[in-house]
């Protein structure tokens, strides 16, 4: 496996390559970026890791620099000569590259040693860079990524590689949909793997005590990245209509973010003077993840509705599924398709304040109704095939046929 990022953590990556080793059918070398004081080598859960020195994450300066070079004919070098370096060593059979970029590099590496490769298309790329540095400040880093991360440049690269590919993964139907009819891909070179989780996500889940402005809250949880596309901004607005129905209602935010995203969140919170409502807790060891989802009234994912998000899907859906509590998403497509098939929660219209802080206080006054739609969810990751176990099956059938 080849990944443009450090390792871990990926929630995907791993739950591919362990089942790949799981499975007792393969063996499965990852070979990703390098952190400052990472080993070169290491083991993990039975994947083999190699980390390149490329440079270092942390020199973000020195690594931006590298990515505008390799993105003008996108062929990353030091990845090239790494990946031949441990086909010489260990003569693997599949390259599996993970996301766009690398997928030129990899499709040239396959070529010269004749191995079949898949490229497994977490997202949206191309669509992706419209809205990961919306609200970037750094004049120069806005110039680089308008000449080297556009849109044009990039969906014409997507264009290209996955019609030169002979297996594609996708993460949603919505993806592969668009791959054939924008792309005009052929749909049996196309496979599904969702971001299902296991069922016992929350088996080990720990018991919490919350910080004493916590208690006795409404508490309307928000875990995960935070970005511009997550529409964090939305819920913080809608916390000064939820606030005026539901007096001990609190927005808990839990995850990283840029220093330009923090602001922005800041500035409304203080702008509407939501201080005591809205709590940014910044980024908890995973293992924390499952209780905070757990002791909350509502788990929500207020994404925006874009060519981005309606071509992924993350993976909390499925951990607030299982965690049996009620679910409040946007109408981004991939969301709002589970969610409806499955009655499994409620959904607002993306980028809303107004229609989030109805459906929040709509859950606060019937919330029987909301915990019998949770069950609902927990029963189609349960009882059906929202569940990293069926997906795992799924996997291995499409690697059995490449």
Same mark, same amino acid.
């Given at each position: ?33 390098? &952190?400052?004081?990472?080993? =070169?080598?290491?083991?993990?859960? @039975? ?12 020199? +973000? ?19 090239? %000569? ?22 030129? !590099?990899? $499709?040239?590496?396959? #070529? ?21 540095? #919306? ?16 849109? %044009?440049?990039?969906? &014409?690269?997507? $264009? ?10 996708? *993460? ?5 949909? %668009?791959?054939? &009819? ?5 749909? +049996?070179?196309?496979? =599904?793997?969702?971001? !299902? ?23 309307? !949880? ?7 596309? %997550? ?24 995850? @990283? ?25 910044? &980024? *908890? ?51 709002? $398709? ?15 304040? /107004? ?17 019998? /739609? ?29």
């Amino acid at each position: 496996m080849v990944l443009d990022a450090s390792f871990p953590p990926d929630i995907r990556v791993e739950k591919e390559a362990i089942t790949l080793i799981n499975s007792n059918l393969y063996e499965v070398y990852l070979i990703c970026l390098r &952190k400052k004081n990472e080993e =070169v080598l290491s083991n993990y859960n @039975g994947l083999n890791i190699i980390r390149i020195n490329s440079p270092a994450l942390d020199q +973000k300066v020195k690594k931006g620099i590298l990515d505008a070079i390799f993105s003008i004919n996108n062929v990353h070098y030091i990845f090239y %000569r790494q990946i031949l370096k441990l086909h010489q060593e260990i003569n693997f059979d599949i390259i599996h590259v993970h996301d766009l970029p690398l997928s030129k !590099t990899v $499709r040239k590496v396959a #070529k010269k040693v004749n191995i079949p490769y898949v490229i497994d298309l977490h997202e949206n790329y191309a669509e992706a860079l419209k809205v990961w540095f #919306k609200w970037r400040t750094n004049k120069i880093i806005r110039l680089k990524n308008m000449i080297f991360f556009n849109y %044009r440049k990039w969906n &014409k690269y997507e $264009r290209n590689e996955t019609n030169k590919a002979k297996h594609i993964i996708a *993460v949603v139907e919505e993806m592969k949909d %668009r791959l054939v &009819k924008k792309h005009g891909l052929k749909e +049996k070179k196309i496979k =599904v793997i969702s971001n !299902t989780e296991h069922l016992d996500f929350h088996n080990d889940s720990k018991k919490i005590s919350l910080s004493p402005n916590l208690e006795n809250k409404f508490l309307i !949880t928000y875990i995960g990245g935070i970005g511009p596309h %997550r529409g964090i901004d939305t819920a913080v607005e809608a916390m000064v209509d939820i606030t005026a129905y539901i007096n001990n209602a609190v927005l808990l935010i839990i995850g @990283g973010g840029s220093k330009e995203v923090l602001s922005k969140l800041n500035t409304i919170v203080s702008h509407n003077n939501l201080k005591k409502n809205v709590v940014i807790f910044g &980024k *908890v060891d995973k293992s924390l993840v499952s209780p905070y989802m757990k002791i909350s009234d509502i788990n929500i994912i207020p994404h925006l509705s874009n060519s981005h998000t309606n071509h992924t899907i993350p993976h909390k859906i499925f951990q607030i599924l299982l965690s049996k509590k009620p679910i409040l998403v946007s109408d981004s497509a991939p969301l709002k $398709r589970i969610i409806s098939e499955y009655d499994a929660g409620f959904i607002h219209e993306a980028s809303n304040s /107004k229609s989030f802080a109805n459906e929040v206080i709509h859950i606060y006054n019937d919330y029987e109704l909301a915990t019998k /739609k949770a069950m609902n969810g927990f029963k189609a990751c349960n009882n059906g095939s929202l569940n990293w176990s069926s997906t795992a099956k799924e996997l291995l059938n499409f690697y059995s046929n490449i």
